[in-house]
């Protein structure tokens, strides 16, 4: 199949692989200390168990039934694979394509241009994609590359990001963390972090997409609930990428000198607001506390090394999630439309141990 653009056309030969089940059983949940909140899973997502919500069929959505292994599925991804979520989470894609012999895999990567990846998206359906597992740049725009695969009554999984549209009827489910809950976490942990006073300044990611919307408002709503006497002194947008994050700390060191607290929406920016603290003679987690979002092996090093307070995890290893939903989905099994993970949180207590399932 010739290539289109950045289309990437990867094929696998028939081996017969057995797809090992995913466990899908509920984890307790404790907020009072810094130990995991699941148990150690070797970096696996593991997707909360929930049979309430609603679920989406093939006979619903429309489209025949398809063995993967004779199934040509296409990877939008929407960032270039410079920090090391999005490069875990293509490798994760591309290994378990391998692992379940996939007939086809074709993969691009729109660097941030929406544009690019609505014409990514009609690329790989004109290309012949049978199945498609988008990684959105923004929760609204997509919607003509998504009536383009709607069209032609192509599943649609969107990963790590939400769009504005209807789940069932514009896309199949969504996979991916509870945003808003991860916000609330990180607010948990701030406030152990500072003793319940003082002036925290927050890392926005980019704006557009509801990954920031959410974990500013669980942060910013449990930061009140829970700690009225911290006040958030600051809010301005890192945009997810670590020397932004270093600029936009060394800033609000300028302008807000008494910050006691850092609460970055990813580990990028955490890592770069730790050079910033650093260069302006502040000791990381001694003057000034750090919590992040993420879970990359680099933040959870500075946990150990006592520079993060903690990190709220985000899993980007989507790869045998994603195959698996559509698996059933494709065999005409009901799939949740909304798959939620089940996030661990890295603390003092436990960051030496997981350091190794971090990545």
Do not use: W
């Amino acid at each position: 199949m010739a290539a289109s653009r950045s289309l990437r056309p990867v094929r696998f030969a028939g081996i017969a692989v057995v797809v090992a089940a995913l466990t899908l059983a509920g984890c307790t949940k404790s907020e009072d200390s810094g130990a995991t909140d699941t148990p150690g899973t070797g970096g696996e997502q593991v997707a909360e168990e929930d049979s309430s919500g609603p679920t989406c069929t093939l006979e619903q959505y429309g489209g025949e039934k398809i063995d993967l292994k004779n199934a040509v599925v296409g990877f939008s991804q929407s960032e270039k694979e410079a920090n090391p979520f999005r490069i875990a989470e293509t490798q994760s894609i591309k290994d378990e394509a391998e692992a379940v012999g996939v007939k086809e895999l074709l993969t691009t990567n729109a660097n941030s241009q929406l544009s690019k990846q609505i014409s990514d998206i009609q690329d790989m359906i004109n290309n012949g994609a049978q199945a498609l597992i988008v990684a959105p740049l923004n929760s609204d725009g997509l919607e003509p590359a998504l009536q383009a695969a709607r069209d032609k009554n192509i599943p649609v999984l969107t990963v790590d990001r939400k769009v504005n549209s209807e789940p069932c009827k514009d896309y199949v489910a969504f996979l991916g963390s509870d945003f808003v809950e991860q916000g609330k976490r990180a607010a948990r942990e701030m406030a152990k972090a500072m003793g319940n006073k003082g002036k925290v300044a927050i890392l926005l990611g980019s704006s557009g997409n509801n990954v920031t919307t959410d974990r500013t408002k669980g942060f910013v709503d449990e930061m009140a609930a829970i700690a009225p006497d911290i006040e958030i002194a600051a809010q301005q947008t890192g945009e997810f990428a670590r020397d932004k994050g270093q600029q936009v700390m060394e800033q609000l060191i300028q302008s807000q000198p008494d910050l006691t607290g850092v609460y970055a929406e990813n580990d990028e920016m955490a890592l770069g607001a730790l050079v910033a603290l650093k260069s302006a003679g502040k000791t990381p987690g001694t003057d000034v506390h750090v919590v992040s979002i993420d879970g990359t092996r680099n933040a959870v090093q500075k946990i150990v090394d006592g520079e993060m307070y903690s990190v709220v995890e985000s899993n980007p290893r989507f790869g045998p999630l994603a195959f698996e939903t559509l698996r059933k989905f494709l065999n005409g099994e009901p799939v949740s439309q909304n798959v939620v993970i089940s996030d661990k949180l890295y603390g003092k207590d436990n960051a030496q141990a997981e350091v190794s399932n971090a990545y």
